[in-house]
């Protein structure tokens, strides 16, 4: 089994910024793919940024130029850097990690940008 635990989450102003930061705990051998997604109300849960062991993101069309993901190998964590925030980017936003074709899932963190 695989935990997670985000953080950072919080309310801000549009144009702000946010660091959300996600440990990764307990079988974390075999680790491949890391990320972030998010749900808003009324909508279904999106990608917003993925990072491969090796470093090679992907990112969502909406956060593109504004969000950067990161990952610490050595720490097991994954980071989402968010800049430029608007108030559509409110959601609940959840790590998530690949083992062995398995997704795992954190319990989610809030986002809420308004002014």
Do not use: H
């Amino acid at each position: 089994q695989v935990q997670l635990v985000e953080s950072g989450g919080g309310l801000v102003q549009p144009g702000g910024s946010l660091r959300l930061s996600c440990a990764v705990s307990g079988s974390i051998f075999a680790i491949s793919g890391m990320g972030w997604y998010r749900q808003a109300p009324g909508k279904e849960r999106e990608l917003v940024a993925t990072i491969t062991r090796g470093g090679g993101t992907e990112y969502g069309d909406s956060v593109k130029g504004r969000f950067t993901i990161s990952r610490n190998n050595a720490k097991n964590m994954v980071y989402l850097q968010m800049n430029s925030l608007k108030p559509e980017d409110t959601a609940v936003y959840y790590c998530n990690v690949r083992r062995l074709g398995t997704d795992f899932w954190g319990q989610g963190t809030q986002v809420t940008v308004s002014s």
